[in-house]
Antibody
């Protein structure tokens, strides 16, 4: 059974960096058939895919254009986890953040982390 | 970006009756080389993450009751619940995984009439 365990702070100040981690069990971030995604959900923006990292002989990243200048998704192979960093946050980045595995379609999701951007 | 538009926004159906949710993509999500539609359906209940129901437009995820079915191709898709149960009350989303960014519909809220 694949499980994704999210961790990270629920409150971030404007202009600072949002950092979340997603620990993977039951699969490997090195899987050659999976990608590791971050998605967020807010009342104003709905469900929004942010980006992914995946390994196909080397590491690749894809990011949504809406956040491309501010986002980094990195694998941590020593801990079998991956992370999200979103820089220069504003209140518009307030949302529930999810990590998810995809094998084309997103079949396993983390439980979500509510992140509020506020001073 | 591919825009996913669901209809209706909300739907009330009697227990045991059929519920149908529609999803239209702004461009085709059918990949001609493998004849697969890159379209998934999710169910989301309050306080929970989305749960995968259907992928490749019509393949039911393991463990999903067979009253859930997906249909359609190209740009027009549907999710049908053949006989609504109380536990099916939720918000339903379609999502395309054809091209970056992988976009979702706005959601359809399904309630009991």
């Amino acid at each position: 059974q694949v499980l994704l365990q999210q961790s990270g702070p629920g409150l971030v100040k404007p202009s600072q960096t949002l950092s979340l981690t997603c620990a993977v069990s039951g699969d490997s971030v090195y899987s050659d058939s999976a990608a590791w995604n971050w998605i967020r959900q807010s009342p104003s923006r709905g469900l929004e895919w942010l980006g992914r990292t995946y390994y196909r002989s080397k590491w690749f990243n894809d990011y949504a254009a809406s956040v491309k200048s501010r986002i980094t998704i990195n694998p941590d192979t020593s801990k079998n986890q991956f992370s999200l960093q979103l820089n220069s946050v504003t209140p518009e980045d307030t949302a529930v953040y999810y990590c998810a595995r995809s094998r084309f379609y997103m079949d396993v999701w983390g439980r979500g982390t509510t992140v509020t951007v506020s001073s | 970006d591919i825009v996913m538009t669901q209809s209706p926004d909300s739907l009330a159906v009697s227990l045991g009756e059929r519920a149908t949710i529609n999803c239209k993509s702004s461009q085709s999500v059918l990949y001609s080389s493998n004849n697969k539609n890159y379209l998934a359906w999710f169910q989301q209940k309050p306080g929970q993450p989305p749960k995968l129901l259907i992928y490749w437009a019509s393949t039911r995820e393991s463990g999903v009751p067979d009253r859930f079915s997906g249909s359609g191709s190209g740009t027009d898709f549907a999710l049908t619940i053949s006989s609504l149960q109380a536990e099916d009350v939720a918000v339903y989303y379609c999502q395309q995984y054809f091209s970056n960014p992988y976009t979702f519909g706005q959601g359809t809220r399904l309630e009991i009439k």
